[in-house]
């Protein structure tokens, strides 16, 4: 059992190319997020999807998309990257989003470090 | 508006001594409420979670926090410090609202501990 994995771990992109990150989970988990962290602002929520096929965006949003074509992956896309969007990416997996701390505890990845150039 | 506080950016401690990690939030309905740590360059990981059964929640490593409601509180302590709880941690809140509850992370507690 795995939990929530991310690839890549480091990387290096210039101004204006494209990537994606892949989350992946095997605890089944409907909930699925993408938050980034930077420096004395905690963590801050980009989008988050509720199940396979749907998206929406979080605090966050703007130079980023996702698709989430199966229930157990979720990727974030970076299509013209900017030196704003140097970070720290993490994805993070819920068994639920409704009720108390049991339902909606999130598990998180290992991160991405992401420098944009 | 739901908001998470926490009343100290850095806190320092020597090993064997309590630690206090501050953590006040505002919530309009009945929260859930987490302690997350980071260690350097790592994930985050729970440490502990207020579920409503109790006020008093222990969690890993010897770690617990009190929820108190009147004073919307939900401090993070231990009773001696140990060179590996050197690390980022977090307190965060899921006002739970009937709706999609989103996680409102605080800013982080960085934890060091000397010899």
């Known amino acids: 059992n795995a939990g929530v994995t991310q690839t890549p771990k480091f990387r290096v992109l210039k101004t204006g190319q494209s990537m994606t990150l892949l989350c992946a989970q095997d605890?089944?988990?409907?909930?699925m997020y993408w938050y980034r962290q930077d420096p004395g602002m905690g963590l801050r929520l980009i989008h988050y999807?509720?199940?396979?096929?749907?998206?929406a965006k979080g605090e966050v949003p703007d130079g980023y998309n996702v698709s989430r074509l199966k229930k157990q992956n979720f990727l974030l896309g970076l299509e013209s990257a900017a030196p704003s969007q140097t970070s720290v990416y993490f994805c993070?997996?819920?068994?639920?989003?409704?009720?108390?701390?049991?339902?909606?505890?999130?598990?998180f990845g290992p991160g991405t470090r992401l420098t944009v150039l | 508006a739901q908001s998470v506080t926490q009343l100290d950016s850095h806190v320092s401690v020597s090993e064997g001594t309590p630690v206090l990690l501050r953590c006040n939030y505002s919530?309009?309905?009945?929260?859930?409420l987490f302690w997350y740590v980071q260690h350097p360059n790592k994930g985050l990981q729970l440490l502990l979670k207020?579920?409503?059964?109790?006020?008093l929640v222990k969690g890993i490593n010897g770690f617990e926090a009190e929820f108190k409601k009147s004073e919307t509180s939900f401090h993070l302590t231990k009773p001696s410090a140990h060179m590996s709880d050197a690390a980022e941690y977090f307190c965060?809140?899921?006002?739970?609202?009937?709706?999609?509850?989103?996680?409102?992370f605080g800013a982080g507690t960085r934890l060091a501990v000397h010899p």
């Open positions: 919530s309009s309905y009945s929260p859930s």
């Open positions: 605890m089944n988990h409907e909930y």
């Open positions: 993070a997996s819920s068994y639920s989003v409704h009720g108390g701390a049991d339902y909606n505890e999130q598990f």
């Open positions: 207020y579920t409503s059964a109790a006020t």
């Open positions: 999807s509720v199940g396979e096929g749907t998206t």
């Open positions: 965060v809140v899921s006002p739970f609202s009937g709706g999609y509850n989103k996680l409102i």
